[in-house]
């Protein structure tokens, strides 16, 4: 069979390691040669120059990506992030891990996800709108509400879509909401979509630690990563009686063993941006935030901060991943051989609420029909137990780790979905 080179323009380790556990799960399963690179390889990426005017008059030339992994299964679904170390083959990796993610809990989505290299925090409001709405401008031939569907990532929130709503609906003269989720609610947004994540993680976790017979009163919680995901996650699960001992993000980390209060932290984050003014607890790094003693940590924030160095120092009990890809492949590893004691929720189950709601956001553009938020966190809590019954079936059938048992799932729909589908022409 002739394969696709390793393709440079993906070339770094966030990609490799996506490659890397395809590959494991590819053999586990026994995926046919004849489809493996069909399934692993991004069906389509696209690089755009983004120039903007500046407030100050000046011009200023941007770099954007969208990489669309798989269109097989549905239109493509993933995230926008603006970051200043974005890079394609970043992109690339979430990606791929968005078609996994989409596959095991039963979506009819591919994966894509989009990138700008930018720090939005060094821009004004003005300019990051022309920012957002000349990145929708580049992207409206290869996106659409059947083809591409973009929505909220790192760096990102729902105002920003709400001028990519426009700028798409402008082109297409009439409104078209079911091109953008995670969008305002005045702009056919779905009730629930901004704390679905989180909500999501928070519970599955509480699921495990049933699993595991530790009372949720009786879990304490470290979060890394105290944006919108990390922020609702401390919020459902300090409601649902856990508590959170220690939070972090870009500015540092705060410890307080009686318990950090969720309220004042997300007050100050809304007024500041950042956790760099909160006075809530004792100082510490984010690098001691992930190997405190806890009954839960959270990666909410980048990937790759489980590292093989950091792995061995793990204390906790359960490893929620909310964050994509944060343990590297060399710590898992160690971590599947080493530490049988520690559960892991792997981040393509743990972090799959964001994606089920933005696709209940899309149902109800489409029809044109809303849900009330009780009836959207039925459905997203429903959505997600079938998901995690699945998984363990396939752990228990195959022995797998509870990782690999979710990539497998993912992986072989996609495949499955390629292979009924045929090669064309």
């Known amino acids: 069979m002739?394969?696709?080179?390793?393709?440079?323009?993906?070339?770094?380790?966030?990609?490799?390691?996506?490659?890397?556990?395809?590959?494991?799960?590819?053999?586990?399963?026994?995926?046919?040669?004849?489809?493996?690179?069909?399934?692993?390889?991004?069906?389509?990426?696209?690089?755009?120059?983004?120039?903007?005017?500046?407030?100050?008059?000046?011009?200023?030339?941007?770099?954007?990506?969208?990489?669309?992994?798989?269109?097989?299964?549905?239109?493509?679904?993933?995230g926008i992030r603006f970051h200043p170390d974005v890079t394609i083959g970043e992109v690339a990796a979430l990606a791929m891990w968005m078609s996994w993610?989409?596959?095991?809990?039963?979506?009819?989505?591919?994966?894509?996800?989009?990138?700008?290299?930018?720090?939005?925090?060094?821009?004004?409001?003005?300019?990051?709108?022309r920012l957002c709405r000349r990145y929708m401008q580049e992207l409206i031939p290869f996106i659409g509400p059947q083809v591409d569907v973009p929505a909220p990532d790192v760096g990102t929130n729902e105002k920003m879509m709400g001028w990519m709503v426009d700028t798409y609906s402008n082109h297409m003269g009439h409104l078209t909401p079911s091109i953008i989720t995670g969008k305002p609610l005045a702009l056919g947004g779905s009730q629930g979509r901004r704390e679905?994540?989180?909500?999501?993680?928070?519970?599955?976790?509480s699921r495990y630690l049933e699993d595991m017979r530790i009372p949720i009163a009786e879990a304490t919680v470290a979060i890394q990563g105290f944006g919108n995901v990390g922020g609702e996650a401390a919020l459902a699960l300090a409601r649902r009686g856990a508590r959170i001992v220690a939070i972090s993000d870009y500015t540092g980390g705060y410890y307080n063993p009686a318990g950090i209060d969720v309220a004042k932290a997300l007050a100050c984050v809304a007024s500041t941006r950042d956790l760099a003014a909160f006075d809530g607890g004792s100082a510490i790094t984010n690098e001691e935030l992930l190997t405190l003693e806890c009954t839960v940590l959270v990666p909410a924030a980048l990937e790759r901060v489980i590292t093989p160095e950091i792995a061995p120092r793990l204390r906790c009990r359960l490893l929620a991943e909310a964050a994509n890809g944060p343990t590297t492949f060399a710590a898992d590893k160690f971590l599947e051989e080493q530490r049988p004691d520690l559960e892991i929720i792997p981040d393509v189950l743990c972090n799959a609420g964001g994606v089920i709601v933005s696709y209940f956001e899309w149902i109800q553009n489409l029809q044109n029909y809303y849900w009330?938020?009780?009836?959207?966190?039925?459905?997203?809590?429903?959505?997600?137990?079938?998901?995690?019954?699945?998984?363990?079936?396939?752990?228990?059938?195959?022995?797998?780790?509870?990782?690999?048992?979710?990539?497998?799932?993912?992986i072989q729909r996609v495949a499955d979905a390629k292979i009924a589908r045929g090669l064309y022409p």
């Open 196 to 205: 679905a994540t989180g909500a999501g993680v928070a519970y599955l976790i």
């Open 101 to 129: 993610k989409t596959a095991l809990v039963g979506l009819p989505y591919g994966g894509a996800k989009g990138g700008v290299i930018v720090d939005p925090a060094r821009l004004t409001a003005a300019e990051l709108e």
């Open 372 to 410: 009330t938020r009780d009836e959207v966190m039925e459905k997203l809590f429903r959505q997600l137990e079938q998901a995690r019954t699945a998984v363990e079936r396939q752990r228990d059938k195959y022995k797998f780790s509870r990782r690999l048992a979710a990539q497998t799932l993912g």
């Open 2 to 78: 002739s394969k696709l080179p390793s393709t440079p323009i993906y070339s770094c380790e966030t990609y490799l390691m996506a490659c890397k556990q395809f590959d494991r799960a590819a053999d586990a399963i026994n995926l046919p040669e004849t489809i493996r690179d069909r399934v692993k390889h991004p069906r389509r990426a696209i690089v755009v120059s983004l120039p903007i005017h500046r407030d100050d008059g000046t011009v200023s030339v941007f770099e954007g990506y969208r990489v669309q992994h798989n269109l097989s299964t549905g239109p493509a679904k993933g």
